[in-house]
């Protein structure tokens, strides 16, 4: 009886052993993505320091800084949708800091039916986090000619269009008060699934050792 049930033993002890592995690296996986998740949170909440003259895309990446300008050149609608506030445009336009740089601010939501409200005129204190969005792909149509309209937060294409630099500001709050609604960075767009995968792996372990069970319970009455 031991050699009938030897083969669908080791299978069962191997399969199991390999599915806990998985689900153990998920686990393992899921705190290192939560530290990241909280290092990121963490920088974009930090106290704000103004605009570097040579920002970084990896060291930079969300990083908090305050600009003082004001708004210059046209302004593009990126097609949006929002829980809170359902269908409209992500508002980006040009900002001449008082510095001397030019760059791209994300100035946040206009809805439907307030897409062209005027901005502010003068000077304008924006203070948010830097941004560098990978949002544009293949798949990403191109902006629409006739109605101006993004699909997608496309810096180096938007940049160009608006004769600034790469470097996009994500306005956090806008000072004076602007018709747009910010749309601040955050981690809520960061995928962080591993807890559902190690349970997924878990689970297919308790199920391949509940069938290895049965495999050798009813090899074993066929013997009795």
């Known amino acids: 009886m031991l050699r009938r049930i030897f ?16 689900g153990v690296w998920q686990v393992q996986r899921l705190a290192w993505k939560t530290e990241i998740l909280d290092q990121i949170t963490a920088t ?5 320091v ?4 040579d920002a970084d895309p990896v060291a930079d990446e969300y990083l908090p800084v305050v600009a003082t300008g004001h708004i210059t050149g046209q302004t593009l ?9 359902g269908a409209g445009y992500r508002t980006i336009t040009g900002f001449r800091t008082d510095d001397g740089h030019k760059i791209v601010v994300d100035l946040g939501f206009l809805s439907l039916d307030d897409r062209g409200a005027a901005l502010p005129t003068g000077d304008l204190t924006v203070t948010g986090n830097l941004l560098w969005p990978d949002e544009a792909d293949s798949w990403t149509p191109a902006p629409d000619e006739k109605t101006g309209i993004w699909f997608a937060r496309d ?8 004769q600034a630099e790469p470097l996009l500001l994500v ?3 806008i000072l004076p008060e602007s018709p747009t609604v910010p749309m601040p960075v955050g981690t809520e767009g960061i995928p962080n699934d591993h807890l559902g995968y190690a349970i997924t792996w878990f689970m297919l372990a308790i ?14 009455r066929k013997d009795a």
């Open 7 to 22: 083969f669908p033993l080791l299978m069962g002890v191997v399969g199991c052993g390999v599915l806990i592995a998985l």
């Open 44 to 48: 974009i909440v930090a106290p704000p």
């Open 50 to 53: 103004p605009l570097p003259d």
């Open 77 to 85: 609608s990126v097609l949006v949708s929002t829980a809170e506030n």
């Open 155 to 162: 810096l180096p294409a938007m940049a160009e269009v608006l």
């Open 171 to 173: 306005a956090r709050r």
């Open 207 to 220: 199920g391949w050792a509940l069938m290895t069970g049965l495999l050798i319970h009813r090899t074993t």
